[in-house]
């Protein structure tokens, strides 16, 4: 194992740790911690988009542009913090549902460093040149994997178990976890940045850990709120 992949599972393991602790607890405790998750992400956003938007090419037209970005970013942290307030709800039920989905995108974005590494191969896009078409598939295997742990745990009254349905359900997450992955990319490349900050062993930024979960948490509630899922 790669010093780089340890590094990236041991900071995993110990976020995963901490936000199932903060999710549990209550939910203003998980409230709040997301809040501060949203502050953030919202800090490395803006700084990540400062020198194309702004340094760059400093004109009215640039800082106008710059402007968008950060309200944008803004708006849709917002949305991802009152999505995932209504998605954990309540009650302690809601609560492990909410870590299931975490754990499918904590797998996804493994399942992907891991094939993408090994195997490598055809580049996906050209928005991401890390990302190859291998390690795409990596995280849609990779996503399935809670199905298995939670089927065999037996969880409370939860129904996750081994079912077209749940497993339509983990790729619908690893996907929204990939394209979230690669619409962060996107602006750091645009900015000529490798990470969006410096906060995490073997990640980089929060944004870097967190770019998938804030996409795919909207989505689950989208999928909960029309009963797709």
């Avoid at 790669?2 to 900071?11: A, G, M, N, P, V």
């Avoid at 549990?24 to 501060?36: P, R």
């Avoid at 900015?191 to 804030?214: A, C, F, Q, S, Y």
Wanted: aromatic share 18%.
């Amino acid at each position: 194992m790669s010093k780089e992949l340890r590094k990236r599972i041991e900071t995993s393991i110990i976020l995963f740790i901490v936000a199932s602790i903060c999710i549990l607890i209550d939910e203003l405790v998980f409230g709040v911690a997301n809040f501060f998750v949203a502050i953030i992400c919202y800090d490395e956003w803006a700084k990540i988009n400062h020198k194309f938007y702004y340094l760059k090419n400093k004109n009215k037209n640039k800082e106008f542009q710059y402007f968008v970005i950060k309200c944008l970013g803004m708006f849709y942290l917002f949305f991802y913090i009152w999505t995932s307030l209504l998605l954990r709800g309540d009650s302690f039920e809601s609560g492990i549902f909410f870590i299931i989905i975490l754990c499918i995108c904590i797998f996804s974005d493994i399942g992907g460093y891991i094939f993408g590494k090994i195997i490598g191969g055809k580049k996906l896009t050209k928005i991401s040149p890390n990302k190859t078409i291998s390690g795409s598939v990596g995280s849609f295997a990779f996503s399935l994997f809670p199905i298995f742990v939670i089927n065999i745990q037996n969880y409370i009254d939860i129904n996750f178990y081994f079912s077209f349905k749940n497993i339509l359900f983990c790729l619908i997450i690893s996907l929204s976890c990939q394209l979230g992955d690669l619409f962060i990319s996107f602006f750091k490349r645009l900015n000529k940045v490798k990470d969006t900050g410096k906060i995490l062993p073997g990640h980089g930024g929060l944004l870097d850990r967190v770019d998938g979960i804030i996409f795919a948490i909207p989505i689950v509630w989208f999928l909960k709120y029309l009963r797709i899922f």
